[in-house]
C-alpha cells in the first residue's frame, strides 16, 4: 500500500508537471485533444528506454515508436482522469493550485454568447454569460461527464493491455490494484449520475449567483443550445457527455479556479504554494524514482528481485524500500542513506533495529520518523523524542508463565523425539481421502512414543526448564506433573491442530461441489456462477494443499501452520488467526489476529490489500451448513461475564442471567470470502462508517487467579493468567436490526431488505446471529467501583483511562496491546500482544507496582507527585494525556481533575496478595452438603487442581453433578442417603447415562474421602 502511494503520487507529480512546460510551450494556442498527449509527452523528461517494458529498446526504431504510441495514450488517459474534482486534498490538482485553465473554445464565439443571451440570460453581459455556461460545464466535467472511449470499462481494459506489453512495472496499469476511472453522464431529468437541479448545492448556488431559476425548460433550452454548438453530445437517449474536442488545456494565471463546492483554508492555500511549486520548478528530480514493497506477502522471488534492484545490481535501480517490520530480522540489504519510520516504532530497542541500517560505514545517514497526531502512543513519545532516540532497551517482553506457550515449547520438543516429518504439504499427514480428514495411521503409531522414549523426553525437558524451575512453579500449576502432561496430550492436540485445516479444505470442498451442481444448472446465469465458484474453490484448496504455493512462505506449510495454531512456538507468527479469501491473482488467504479481524473482516467492513478493496460476503461453510455451529451464551450485564445458555446464575456475579444477562446466538468467525468491490455507494459508505457494535465479554475459566486487595483502599484486583476473552460482533452500529442474517447452508451475509425477502422466496434458511471469536489472554480486573463513594462516570471513564496510560509508559507498551473494557464498575484490562506482555500480572503479585503506575498515570496527567497541576492548558484532557483515537467513544467523560484524587490514593498503595484463596471459597459457597465440602478442603490440600464447576446440570442425562473438570469429568460426592436402594437405582441410571455421553464418572464414598482424591487424580491424569 505505502509504495504505490510512493509511486501513484510521483506518476501524479511527473505527468502534471510535464503537462505545466507543455501549456508554457504553447502558450500562444492552448492543447485540444489531439496535441495534449503528444505535447505532455515531449515535454517529460525521459527518453522511451525510461518507460519501456523492454530495457533495450531504441528511441526511432518502429518498436520505439510503438512504446511511444502506448504512453501516449496512457498520459492522455491520465490528464483526462484528473480533470475531475480534485478529491485528494494530500495533492491538489493542477486547475487547484492555478496552474491550468480548462477553456471551451466554441462557448466564447460571439454568437454562441448572442443566442444564449438570447433565450437563457437576457439579463447577463456577454462575459457573464460565458461565465454562466463554464460554471455549468465545469460541473459537468469536474464529475468526468466526458464522452472519449478511454473512460469506458472497455476502453480501460484495451488500456492496461496495451501498457501491459509495451510499458515497465512503473507505468503499466496493474490491473489488480487498479480501478478504471470511468466516465458519468448528465441527465437533464435527474435520471443519471448526474443531475442539476435546485436542490443540489452546485444548482442552487447557480441560481444565486446568474439570477436565474433552474426550471425543466430552463434546462432544456441550455441542453439543446449546448449540443447545437457541439459542446454537449447525447450520448444515450436522455443522457449527455461533453465530447472531448470541446476542450482546451490553457496556462492558468496563477489564480485557483473557482469551484462553487470546496471550501478554502489557510491550510490548503500553503499547501497549494507548495504543489504550484513542486510542479513548475522540481519535478525534474523525480524521474526514476520508484518505490517497492519489501514484505512477506510478496513472493521470495519477487523480493529477492526487489533486493538485487534495490542494491543496485540490476537494472533499473530502485531507490525505495517500502518495508514492513521483517525487515529488522535480518534480511540482507545494503547501508541506507535515509530510513523514515511511518509510525513510531513499539519500543527503543525496535527503533534502534530499523534505524541502524542508516548511514553506516562512517557515512551520515538521515532518519525521519513521523509521529501521528491521533496516536496516543505517537504522541506520548513526540513530547519525549529522546527516550525513543536514546531510550533504554526493554529487555523483550515474554511471559514466561504463559502456560500455553510453554506447552508449544514441549510440544516441539515431543515433535523432535516422535521423528516424525510432516514435510511441505498437510496432505502428508492428514489422509484427504478419507470423509473425518484423519491422521494416517503410520503418522498415528508415530505419535506414540514408547516407555523408554517418553522417560527421556521427560528427563530432556526437566533439564531445559531447570533453570527457570522455581519461578515457573511460583506460577500454581508447572510441576513435573503439568510437564507428564503436556506430554501425554501431545499426539491428541497434534491431531486437534489440524481442525482449523480441515474445517477450512471441508469448506472448500463444499464449495467445489456447490460449484459442479450450479455448473450444471439451465440457466446459463447459475450455469456462469457455478464456473465461477467452482475455480475459487480450487484456488482455495491448492493454497491448503500448498500446490503452487512457495513452500516455507506458505499459511499451510505444516510447521507454519501449527505454529499459527500454537501447537508450536511462533514468535512472529500471528497466532490462531482469522482467514480472508482474497480473488485477487492466482487467489490468496490473508490473515488478521482475531481480536482485529471480528470487525476488520467482518460483513460491512472494507478490506484495503495490495491496493484493491475488497468487502467480505461469505462466511466458511463445512459441509452440513453452519446449523451445527451455532451456540447462545448469556452475556451478563452487570459484570461482563460470559455463560453457557444452560447456566441460571452469573458465575461472576452471581445475578440471575434471566433478569440481569442477555442471551445472544453466536457464530464463532473463522474465515470469511471477499469480493472486489470497485465502488461503494454514498449509502454504502454511510452505513460502514460508523462500524461494527463489538461487545466484549469474558470468562475466568483456568481458575488460577491471583487476587489482591489494595490496603486501606478496599480495591479488589484479580489478575487472570488465560482469561478467555470473548469478542461479539453484533452488527453495524447504523444497520436497522443488531447481529447478521446468514445463509446457513452458502454461509452468504445477507445485508440488505431485499437479499432477505429473496432468500425467504427462495426458501432458504436463513437465521440471525452474532459473530464471535474467541482468545485466550491475561487479564487483570479492577473493581473500581469499590473505591467511589457514589457513582460518577466521569470519574469512572478518567480513571480506567488514566491507569492504562499509566500501564503503558511504564511497561513501554503500545496503546493496542493493552486492551481496556469496561462493564459497570468493573475495568477490565487484558494484553492483547500475541504470547502476552506479562505485565499486568506484574500489577497483582508485586509490591509497589500499582504504585508506580499510579505514579506515571499522574506524570502523563500533568500532576506532579504531589497532585499539583502542571499544565493549566490542558482544561480536561488532552492527547498528550487522555484523548486518544481509539477510544473516542469515551472522550465526552474525560476530566483528568476527577481521575487525580483516586491517583492520589493509589500512589501509597501496596497490595496484598491471596492466591488461589478466592476460587476455593467460590467452589465451597456453591456445595450443597458439609461433605462436599470436606472434599473440596481435602483437594486443595492434597495439591489436587480443583474442579471448575460446583453443582452442575447436565441436561441431557437429567442429572446435576457435585463437581465437574471441563471438559468431561463428572465428580459425584455419596452420602449416606444413597445407600437406599431407591436411590441407587436412580444414580445407577443417571451415571450410566452420563457414560454413554462419553463423560468420565468417579463416585466418591462418604467413608472413604481420601480414596475418592486419589481417583480423581488419577483421572485428571489419565485425562492429560
Ligand atoms: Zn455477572
Ligand atoms: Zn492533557
Redesign the pocket.
Known amino acids: 500500500m505505502q509504495a504505490g502511494h510512493f509511486n501513484d503520487f510521483v506518476r501524479t507529480t511527473l505527468v502534471r508537471a510535464a503537462l505545466v512546460r507543455a501549456l508554457e510551450a504553447n502558450r500562444d494556442r492552448g492543447l485540444d485533444y489531439l496535441s495534449l498527449a503528444r505535447e505532455v509527452m515531449a515535454a517529460l523528461p525521459f527518453s522511451v528506454r525510461d518507460f519501456a517494458a523492454n530495457k533495450s529498446v531504441e528511441e526511432g526504431t518502429p518498436a520505439g515508436q510503438k512504446v511511444k504510441e502506448a504512453m501516449e495514450e496512457l498520459l492522455r488517459y491520465r490528464l483526462y482522469a484528473d480533470l475531475k474534482r480534485g478529491w485528494r486534498f494530500a495533492q491538489p490538482n493542477l486547475e487547484e493550485v492555478g496552474l491550468l485553465e480548462i477553456a471551451y473554445p466554441y462557448a466564447e464565439d460571439p454568437g454562441f454568447l448572442a443566442e444564449a443571451r438570447g433565450s437563457l440570460f437576457p439579463h447577463l453581459s456577454p462575459e457573464e454569460t460565458l461565465e454562466a455556461v463554464r460554471f455549468f460545464l465545469d460541473h459537468l466535467r469536474r464529475n468526468l461527464a466526458l464522452e472519449s472511449s478511454l473512460l469506458s470499462k472497455d476502453g480501460f481494459r484495451k488500456l492496461a493491455r496495451l501498457t501491459a506489453e509495451h510499458l515497465d512495472e512503473f507505468w503499466a496499469i496493474d490491473r489488480n490494484t487498479e480501478s478504471p476511472v470511468l466516465a458519468t453522464a448528465f441527465s437533464p431529468k435527474g435520471k443519471g449520475d448526474l443531475s442539476f437541479s435546485r436542490r443540489s448545492r452546485a444548482g442552487r448556488l447557480f441560481c444565486e449567483r446568474f439570477g436565474v431559476d433552474l426550471t425543466p425548460e430552463f434546462l432544456e433550452r441550455l441542453v439543446g443550445l449546448l449540443v447545437r454548438h457541439d459542446l454537449l453530445r447525447e450520448v444515450e437517449p436522455g443522457l449527455y457527455r461533453i465530447p472531448e474536442s470541446a476542450l482546451e488545456w490553457r496556462p492558468g494565471d496563477g489564480t485557483p479556479r473557482f469551484d462553487p463546492l470546496r471550501l478554502r483554508g489557510k491550510a490548503e492555500r500553503e499547501a497549494n504554494t507548495y504543489f504550484a511549486r513542486l510542479y513548475r520548478e522540481s519535478a525534474q528530480v523525480l524521474g526514476g524514482l520508484e518505490a517497492r514493497e519489501h514484505t512477506a506477502q510478496v513472493r521470495p522471488e519477487e523480493r529477492e528481485a526487489r533486493e538485487r534492484r534495490f542494491r543496485r545490481e540490476e537494472e533499473p535501480p530502485l531507490p525505495f524500500l517500502v518495508a514492513s517490520p521483517t525487515l529488522e530480522l535480518g534480511v540482507d540489504i545494503a547501508d541506507l542513506d535515509m530510513v523514515h519510520l511511518r509510525n513510531l516504532p513499539p519500543t527503543p530497542a525496535n527503533y534502534a533495529q530499523r534505524v541502524g541500517r542508516a548511514g553506516r560505514q562512517g557515512q551520515p545517514g538521515l532518519v525521519v520518523a513521523f509521529a501521528g497526531a491521533f496516536s496516543h502512543y505517537d504522541r506520548y513519545f513526540f513530547g519525549r523524542r529522546e527516550e525513543m532516540v536514546a531510550g533504554s532497551v526493554r529487555p523483550p517482553a515474554l511471559d514466561l508463565a504463559n502456560e500455553s506457550l510453554l506447552r508449544a515449547h514441549v510440544h516441539a520438543e515431543w515433535l523432535a523425539a516422535t521423528g516424525l516429518a510432516l514435510r511441505e504439504s498437510v496432505e502428508d499427514t492428514v489422509n484427504i481421502n478419507e470423509p473425518d480428514l484423519p491422521l494416517y495411521p503410520e503418522v498415528r503409531t508415530r505419535l506414540n512414543l514408547s516407555p523408554g522414549a517418553r522417560q527421556n523426553l521427560i528427563a530432556h525437558l526437566k533439564r531445559v526448564f531447570a533453570y527457570d524451575w522455581k519461578d515457573l512453579s511460583a506460577t500454581g500449576w508447572f510441576g513435573e506433573g503439568w510437564l507428564e502432561r503436556a506430554v501425554d496430550g501431545a499426539p491428541e492436540a497434534f491431531d486437534r491442530a489440524f481442525d482449523t485445516w480441515r474445517f477450512l479444505y471441508r469448506a472448500a470442498r463444499e464449495m467445489r461441489e456447490r460449484g459442479h451442481r450450479l455448473a450444471e444448472s439451465r440457466r446459463k446465469e447459475e450455469r456462469e456462477r457455478g464456473e465461477r465458484i467452482r475455480e475459487e474453490a480450487e484456488r482455495q484448496i491448492g493454497l491448503l494443499l500448498q500446490r503452487d504455493v512457495a513452500k516455507e512462505e506458505g499459511d499451510f506449510y505444516p510447521y507454519r501452520y501449527l505454529a499459527s495454531e500454537e501447537f508450536l512456538p511462533g514468535y512472529n507468527l500471528m497466532a490462531l488467526p482469522v482467514r480472508a479469501y482474497v480473488p485477487r491473482g492466482k487467489g490468496e488467504f490473508i490473515s488478521r489476529p482475531r481480536h482485529l479481524a471480528i470487525s476488520e473482516f467482518a460483513p460491512g467492513s472494507v478490506i484495503y490489500h495490495e491496493g484493491g478493496k475488497w468487502m467480505p460476503e461469505a462466511l466458511y461453510v463445512p459441509p452440513g451448513g453452519l446449523r451445527g455451529r451455532l451456540s447462545k451464551v448469556w452475556i451478563c450485564r452487570e459484570c461482563g461475564h460470559l455463560a453457557s445458555e444452560e447456566k441460571e446464575q452469573c458465575p461472576g456475579c452471581r445475578a440471575p442471567l434471566a433478569n440481569k444477562g442477555d442471551l445472544v446466538q453466536v457464530l464463532d468467525l473463522v474465515g470469511v470470502r471477499t469480493r472486489r468491490r470497485e465502488r461503494i455507494t454514498a449509502n454504502e459508505e454511510e452505513r460502514f462508517r460508523s462500524g461494527h457494535w463489538v461487545e466484549v465479554a469474558y470468562e475466568l475459566l483456568e481458575r488460577r487467579e491471583a487476587q489482591a486487595m489494595v490496603d486501606g483502599t478496599g480495591l479488589p484486583l484479580v489478575y487472570a493468567p488465560s482469561a478467555r476473552i470473548h469478542y461479539v460482533n453484533r452488527g453495524l452500529r447504523r444497520a436497522k436490526e443488531r447481529d447478521f442474517f446468514v445463509d446457513l447452508d452458502t454461509g452468504e451475509v445477507l445485508d440488505t431488505d431485499q437479499k432477505r425477502e429473496e432468500a425467504k422466496k427462495l426458501g432458504k434458511s436463513v437465521d440471525r446471529t452474532a459473530l464471535r471469536v474467541q482468545v485466550t489472554q491475561n487479564a487483570l480486573l479492577v473493581e473500581a467501583g469499590k473505591l467511589m463513594e457514589e457513582k460518577d462516570e466521569e470519574a469512572l471513564v478518567s480513571l480506567a483511562i488514566a491507569l492504562k496510560r499509566g500501564m503503558e509508559a511504564l511497561f513501554q507498551v503500545e496503546e493496542g496491546e493493552l486492551g481496556l473494557v469496561r462493564v459497570g464498575t468493573l475495568l477490565l484490562y487484558h494484553e492483547n500482544a500475541e504470547g502476552g506482555l506479562g505485565v499486568l500480572r506484574r500489577v497483582v503479585e508485586e509490591e509497589g507496582t500499582l504504585a508506580e503506575v499510579a505514579q506515571a498515570a499522574l506524570e502523563v496527567?500533568?500532576f506532579s507527585e504531589k497532585g499539583e497541576d502542571l499544565?493549566s492548558e490542558?482544561v480536561r484532557?488532552?492527547h498528550?494525556?487522555?484523548l486518544s483515537y481509539q477510544e473516542q467513544r469515551m472522550t465526552p467523560f474525560l476530566n483528568?481533575h476527577k481521575a487525580l484524587p483516586y491517583l492520589s490514593r493509589l500512589l501509597g498503595a501496596r497490595v496484598e496478595l491471596r492466591r488461589g484463596g478466592g476460587r476455593l471459597e467460590e467452589l465451597l459457597a456453591h456445595c450443597e452438603s458439609e461433605l462436599e465440602r470436606e472434599f473440596l478442603r481435602r483437594l486443595q490440600a492434597r495439591g489436587v487442581r480443583l474442579p471448575d464447576e460446583a453443582q452442575y446440570r447436565i441436561g441431557e442425562a437429567h442429572t446435576k453433578v457435585d463437581f465437574l473438570y471441563r471438559p468431561n469429568l463428572a465428580v459425584y460426592v455419596d452420602g449416606p442417603h444413597h445407600d437406599s436402594e431407591r436411590q441407587s437405582r436412580i444414580d445407577e441410571r443417571q451415571r450410566e447415562a452420563l457414560l454413554e455421553l462419553g463423560y468420565r464418572v468417579v463416585v466418591v464414598r462418604y467413608e472413604d474421602l481420601e480414596g475418592g482424591v486419589e481417583a480423581v487424580r488419577r483421572a485428571l491424569a489419565e485425562m492429560g
Open positions: 496527567l500533568h499544565n490542558c484532557a488532552c498528550e494525556c487522555l483528568r
